[in-house]
């Protein structure tokens, strides 16, 4: 016998992607979340073994199987076994090449430099 359909923003908190039920609930609320490719607009829809989700989290959209239904919100190493990840999160990019180098002298010129320009131009210093 198949385990009873458990609510959807229950189980985002049991499987650890959301820190509160409540969250949870936002996110479900949202439209921004796909239960087997149809958006879902409300927390209370039920959740089945084999179901599909789609949804963003940060910087990454997540793309997970449900493997199992949870009863309660354990550890992280039990909320791993409640999913499969179908699209997981690529490692991060390599950093961004350093600021290029400057010249000393080459930036933004000190008070007596712009002085000695503006008498070289032909200027009164205010």
Request: aromatic content about 4%; charged content about 30%.
């Amino acid at each position: 016998m198949s385990a009873p359909p458990l609510r959807l923003d229950k189980w985002l908190w049991f499987a650890r992607f959301c820190r509160s039920r409540s969250r949870a609930a936002a996110l479900c609320d949202s439209g921004r979340l796909r239960l087997n490719k149809a958006i879902v607009h409300k927390a209370h829809r039920l959740v089945r073994v084999g179901d599909v989700l789609t949804f963003p989290l940060g910087p990454h959209i997540r793309v997970v199987a449900v493997k199992a239904l949870a009863v309660r919100r354990g550890p992280a190493r039990e909320a791993a076994l409640l999913y499969d990840d179908l699209a997981p999160p690529k490692a991060p990019a390599a950093q961004p090449p350093p600021v290029a180098p400057r010249a000393p002298g080459s930036g933004r010129p000190s008070k007596a430099e712009r002085r000695a320009t503006d008498r070289l131009r032909g200027r009164d210093p205010p």
